[in-house]
Nanobody, 121 residues
Framework: VQLQACGGGLVQAGGSLRLSCAAS????????MAWFRQAPGEERDLVAA????????YYRDSVKGRFIISRDNAKNTVYLQMNSLKPEDTAVYYC???????????????WGQGTQVTVSS
């Protein structure tokens, strides 16, 4: 299973970015997909997750109303639309695949390489 994330970059506060994660080698539509982030010196935290069908989603409180997770099973791709970005959103963002929609990183078996998101004030 391979996950390839892209779309990070440098943006000013209030701006937007869209992350993408393309999956291969797995039945994508059966997988829970998630985005985690990790800032320097901090733990890797779940940002958002989406069920295989897309009918269920989870967002951490700090991104609710600003971020949207979605998926296109025909393209084996999951997205994270990030709006109204804040400096505290700065982190390396990772996509992950698992079997159950849980909040802990240990619940996800497959990980992408990470993409840096930097939000300047």
């Amino acid at each position: 299973v391979q996950l390839q994330a892209c779309g990070g970059g440098l943006v000013q506060a209030g701006g937007s970015l869209r992350l993408s994660c393309a999956a291969s080698g797995r039945t994508f539509s059966n997988s829970v997909m998630a985005w985690f982030r990790q800032a320097p010196g901090e733990e890797r935290d779940l940002v958002a997750a989406i069920s295989g069908s897309g009918s269920s989603t989870y967002y951490r409180d700090s991104v609710k109303g600003r971020f949207i997770i979605s998926r296109d099973n025909a393209k084996n791709t999951v997205y994270l639309q990030m709006n109204s970005l804040k400096p505290e959103d700065t982190a390396v963002y990772y996509c992950a695949a698992g079997n159950v929609l849980l909040r802990t990183s240990s619940s996800y078996n497959y990980w992408g390489q990470g993409t840096q998101v930097t939000v300047s004030s």
